[in-house]
Structures are given as structure tokens and as C-alpha cells.
């Protein structure tokens, strides 16, 4: 049991670095921001925003897209098209950091902060 636990945490913890590089990047390139802890505290809170509002019938995942988009737009300057613009960067990024992770070196691992990866 605790073998679980601690591979669970190690899990989400590497999830959770994944996808706060993606959003790191997508940052760096659309808002000029470098700060590499901002995108994972912001990953964290776009997951829970997900979590909260995805699970809604019908309606759920297009609440929780526009709902994630919104955290960006809080956490990073620019308007709501940049805010877009930073989620698709990012969601771009996960897929190619995931390929590279999952694909070449073999691991099985996913990232925790950006949908649909």
C-alpha cells in the first residue's frame, strides 16, 4: 500500500512538471514571462479548475476549457486571446514533451494541468 501511495505522489508530482513546462513555454513565447514555478502553481490550479467543472453533463468540458483559459488570463498579462493563445501553446507543448517522454525513453506518464493530454 504504501508502494502506491508513494508511486501515485511521484506520479502526479512528474504530471505536474510536465505540464507546468508546457505552459512555461507557451509563456515564454506568447507573454514573454519566465518563471518557471508561475506555470506549475498555475497548472495546479488550472487541473483543480478542470476537476471542478468538467464532470458537469453536456456542457461540462466546454465550462471547464473556458474555465482553464480564465486562469491563464488571471495568472499572465494580455487579454483573452492571448489567454487562448498561451492554452494552445501549451497544450501543443504537453504533446510533444509527452511524445518525446512516452514514445522515445518509454515512460508512461501523462501532464497534470493541461487538458486533454
Not at 512538471?17 to 514573454?32: D, E, T
Not at 517522454?101 to 493541461?114: D, E, Q, R, Y
Amino acid at each position: 500500500m504504501v508502494t502506491a501511495l508513494v508511486g501515485s505522489v511521484i506520479a502526479f508530482i512528474v504530471a505536474l512538471l510536465v505540464g507546468g513546462l508546457a505552459i512555461y513555454i507557451s509563456a515564454r513565447v506568447i507573454a514573454g514571462v519566465d518563471d518557471y514555478s508561475h506555470a506549475v502553481i498555475t497548472a495546479l490550479i488550472g487541473a483543480i479548475a478542470w476537476a471542478l467543472t468538467s464532470w458537469i453533463p453536456l456542457i461540462g468540458p466546454v465550462i471547464a476549457l473556458i474555465v482553464w483559459i480564465a486562469v491563464i488570463n488571471w495568472r499572465y498579462p494580455g487579454d483573452w486571446i492571448k489567454a487562448v493563445l498561451i492554452g494552445l501553446v501549451a497544450w501543443l507543448s504537453a504533446l510533444a514533451i509527452l511524445f518525446v517522454l512516452n514514445t522515445v525513453l518509454g515512460l508512461g506518464i501523462g501532464a497534470f494541468g493541461v487538458p486533454g493530454v
